[in-house]
Every structure is written in C-alpha cells, then in structure tokens.
C-alpha cells in the first residue's frame, strides 16, 4: 500500500453525483484488506459451532453452553452476505463488463461448489438415512436455484443453500455499482437506509408469518445485506465513511449476537446483527487501509480466512458421515463432547485444505487463464480478499 493511496482514501472529498474518483481510475491499485479475511474465518466458525449444536454433540452443562456460544451461529451467514456487498465493491473494475465479473465470480465460487454437491450425492445414494433428492432437487442445486422454492433449499449440501443467494446478488450486482457510482454519497447513503428499512419490514412480516414459507433463505429478501455492505464499501471508497472503530464495531457485533435469542427464529435475528456486522466490516477495512492496528489480520487467521469457502462447503458433510458412527444427537459429555468436535472440526478444515488447493486455485487459474491471456493488466484485488458466498454464507 502506498503512502499517496492512504492519503487518498482518508482525505477524498465528496463526490458528486457522476463524479470519478481517483478510485475509478484504472491505474489505481487498490490496498488488500486482510482483516476482512480473518473476520471471514470466525464467520465461519460460528456456522460450524451451529451445526455441532445441531447434531447434538453435548448433553448436559456441555449443551447448554454450547447453544449460548453457538445457538446463534446462523447470523455469520448474514455477515458474509454484508462482507459480500462490501468486497465485491471494493475490488469492483472500472468499466468492467458484467460478462468478465460473471465469469470470475463462477469461476472463484462454483467448482468447490459442484464438487461438494457430488460429494453430497455419493452420500446420499451410499450411506444408510441419507435423503436422496429428486431430479429437480438434484439439478436446482447444481444450477443454485434451489433458495428460490423453500421445500429444496436445504437438499444435498444443506449450506449451499446461501450460495444460491449469493449467485443472486451477483446476477445483480452491475447495476448495482452503476447505480452507486452515479448516486454518490448522499444517494448511497439513503439506499443503504432504505436497505436497513426493507430488513425491518421483512423481519416483521417472517415473525408474524405473513408469507407462506419462511423468508430466511429467500434470496431476495437477503439482498439488503448485501446492498448495505456495497454501500458501505462504497463511502469508504468517497472518503465519506464515518462509522466507530473496529473495538466499538466489534463490541457492537457481540451485543447483538448475544441478543438474538431473545427475538423470534429465522430471518428476525438479522436485525440483532445487522448493525453491528454493517459496522464491522468498514472498520476493519479502514483499519487495514491506515495501518491501523487489528487483531483479525494475523497471519495464521488469514491463511484459514482463505479455507473459509472450502470449510463453509465441507464441513456439514462431515458432521453428516459422522452420524453413521456416532448416532443421532449422542450428547456426549464435555470431555468426550469436545474430543469429537475437535476430531469433525480437524478433518473439516484438512478437506477444506484439500479443496482449497487442489480444486478452488487450480480450477481458477483454468478457468480465468485465456481472459488473463488477451487482457495483460493483473488482477488488482488478492483471491482471498474476496467473500464467500457464504456469505459465504
């Protein structure tokens, strides 16, 4: 990172509307935001701290403490769907064609994503009370349609159920960054409050039932999050980002993670972290950009910041296989209880190794190769800056 982009990026004025920012120049190249990454790896990990408390690992006190720490877990699909919004905006390129973006986005996201899905079929037809999906199941997921009509969305790979949202934002997203760069700041800010608006009234409307199926994996009603993490990005980007720091926003996060068990199940619990998770994320950018000290850019949790995907992908097939030696809901003790988890957890993360180098890169490289070939200028953004679709999720 350069001395005159740090300037830049905390003295740039507003810009009007339709104005161009030194940012949208192509000879500027953006600084890597590897907080971002860390952050991405305890997303994660609370997603992964969910699913041991789903398959009932713990009995007793063990239980009990895990659901306090973990019965919120399902929140780090919200902050990647944030995280999303804000990198994809970060690392967007100037006059970049929707085609290129699309391209890049299949190519970083969807081979991990059809090689756990076939994974998730030889399971299914090769171990003992595995549901085994239909044509249709079978074929929405490998096309990530699935979100769109509740009764598939957790089919196969449960998780890849926030991928086919996040396949959403993207179809979305060159409009979206037309939209910001043409609304500037002021108009960023009013569609991210009409975002935060949208969540509220969606919120109530799950609560009280008013759809027929649960709005939580709807991608359409997960769209504001990731259009507030895209405003977001976009304010730091203007010089106009004036958000806490990363300890107050941090803070923030934890408060309203801890409060979601006391609001109704499903998609209401966005609003407990939405603030804090919109907070979060440009803190930790700003962070990074000036140098900032920051916990989440260590290098060790950068480096499972960049298995994130594969973990995220892999690791509910794990907890799934174990159930043909462990039973059902076991409720282990503590000692036995946290034996098991770390044994799921550390084969987890050695598959996640596993897809990460030898499926994510290589497939990246081959697919990306001929469009690096014809245009020389490099990539002005590092893979593992990029968001899962995790969000993700």
């Known amino acids: ?9 905390r003295t740039t004025p507003p810009a009007r509307t339709g104005e161009t920012t030194a940012r949208d120049s192509p000879a500027t190249a953006m600084p ?22 789903n398959f009932g690992y713990f009995g007793g006190t063990g239980g009990r403490l895990v659901t306090w720490g973990f019965g ?13 919004g804000f990198v994809l905006t970060w690392s967007a ?37 595995q549901p085994r999906p239909t044509p249709k199941q079978a074929l929405s997921n490998l096309l990530l349609l699935h979100s769109w009509w509740h009764p598939w969305w957790q089919t196969l790979d449960p998780v890849s159920w926030s991928l086919a949202c996040e396949a959403f934002f993207y179809a979305a997203f060159p ?24 969540v509220m009234v969606l919120a109530r409307a799950d609560a009280h039932h008013w759809w027929t199926y649960p709005l939580y994996s709807f991608p359409a009603a997960r769209l504001p999050e990731f259009v507030l993490g895209a405003v977001t990005a976009r304010l730091v980007l203007l010089g106009r980002w004036r958000g ?19 609001v109704t199940p499903g998609y209401s619990a966005t609003m407990c972290t939405l603030a804090g998770f919109t907070l979060l994320i440009p803190a930790a950018a700003v962070a990074d950009v000036q140098g900032l000290p920051s916990l989440w850019r260590r290098r060790r949790l950068v480096r499972l910041g960049e298995l994130s995907f ?31 988890t770390t044994a799921v957890f550390s084969v987890s993360l050695g598959l996640s190794w596993v897809l990460y180098e030898a499926v994510e890169c290589p497939a990246r490289r081959l697919l990306l190769r001929r469009r690096r070939r014809s245009a020389p200028e490099p990539d002005r953004v590092q893979a593992s800056r990029e968001a899962p679709a995790a969000a993700r999720d």
Not at 34 to 45: F, I, K, Q, V, Y
Not at 246 to 253: G, V
């Open 93 to 129: 390129r100037p006059r970049d064609r929707a085609l290129a973006f699309w391209r890049r986005r299949i190519a970083r996201v969807y081979p991990v994503h059809l090689v756990t899905l076939i994974v998730a079929l030889v399971m299914a037809y090769s171990l003992a009370h």
């Open 310 to 340: 594969a973990f995220y992908m892999i690791h509910l097939l794990v907890l799934r296989a174990g159930t043909q030696l462990l039973g059902t809901k076991p409720h282990f003790g503590l000692l036995a209880g946290l034996a098991v």
């Open 1 to 9: 990172m350069t001395t005159a982009t740090t300037r830049a990026l």
């Open 244 to 262: 806490p720091g990363l300890e107050a926003s941090l803070a923030l996060a934890i408060i309203g993670y801890f409060l979601v068990p006391q």
């Open 32 to 53: 890597s935001l590897p907080s971002l990454t860390g952050l991405r790896w305890m997303a994660a990990l609370l997603v992964f701290g969910l699913h041991v408390n």
């Open 175 to 198: 409009l979206l960054i037309l939209l910001l760069r043409r609304l500037g700041a002021r108009g960023s800010v009013a569609l991210g409050a009409l975002s935060v608006a949208a």
């Open 72 to 84: 919120a877990g399902a929140t780090g699909v919200s902050f990647f769907f944030v995280l999303s």
